[in-house]
T-cell receptor, first 108, second 116 residues
């Protein structure tokens, strides 16, 4: 069983819509959760971190965590073409485990 | 502030040859990590240095892989002899000591290795 599961996509949304990216993890003891964004051919970049149940908002990004369901998500409001990238979910479980990433395309 | 730099950006070698990848972390970052992404798979941990010491090398696939960080600055990852399954993108990342558990890693752009 993979530590971190994500739908690989691709996920396409029109400009201005809400993009919803989902992730589940296997280690119930995990305490910290992260979303990285990776543009094609570039380095992964940390965009959000969340440590407690509930929502955490940063600009157009909202991370949501539900430890009981072992589920973490990322919402991108008012999606822009510049948001088109691969989004990697990462979970700290004595080490940092990544999902395979979801490729998001925002259509102008 | 310069980011994490990796060299080469792409290397194409034949099976059985040797390749050495280099990573220069952000200045002052004691923690240095190597990760690998095989096509279609997730980014997987290889090993972690704290300064010049190997903190965790549990992700190293086999003894064909050798990582060093002499002097606690840049690091090298040598693959000898390379096999076809070693193809992938090798990422280096660094972080401050007190951010080791926060997931706030700064990644390089990766070194793509193709073994023919």
């Amino acid at each position: 069983q993979k530590e971190v599961e994500q739908n690989s996509g691709p996920l396409s949304v029109p400009e201005g819509a809400i993009a919803s990216l989902n992730c589940t993890y296997s280690d119930r003891g995990s305490q910290s959760f992260f979303w990285y964004r990776q543009y094609s051919g570039k380095s992964p970049e940390l965009i959000m971190s969340i440590y407690s149940n509930g929502d955490k908002e940063d600009g157009r990004f909202t991370a949501q965590l539900n430890k009981a369901s072992q589920y973490v998500s990322l919402l991108i409001r008012d999606s822009q073409p510049s948001d088109s990238a691969t989004y990697l979910c990462a979970v700290n479980s004595n080490n940092l485990f990544f999902g395979t990433g979801t490729r998001l395309t925002v259509i102008p | 502030e310069a980011g994490v730099t990796q060299f080469p950006s792409h290397s194409v070698i034949e099976k059985g040859q040797t390749v050495t990848l280099r990573c220069d972390p952000i200045s002052g970052h004691d923690n240095l990590y190597w990760y690998r992404r095989v096509m279609g798979k997730e980014i997987k941990f290889l090993l972690h240095f704290v300064k010049e010491s190997k903190q965790d090398e549990s992700g190293m696939p086999n003894n064909r892989f050798l990582a060093e960080r002499t002097g606690g600055t840049y690091s090298t990852l040598k693959v000898q002899p390379a096999e076809l399954e070693d193809s992938g993108v090798y990422f280096c990342a660094s972080s401050h000591w007190d951010r080791m558990v926060t997931g706030e890693l700064f990644f390089g752009e990766g070194s793509r290795l193709t073994v023919l």
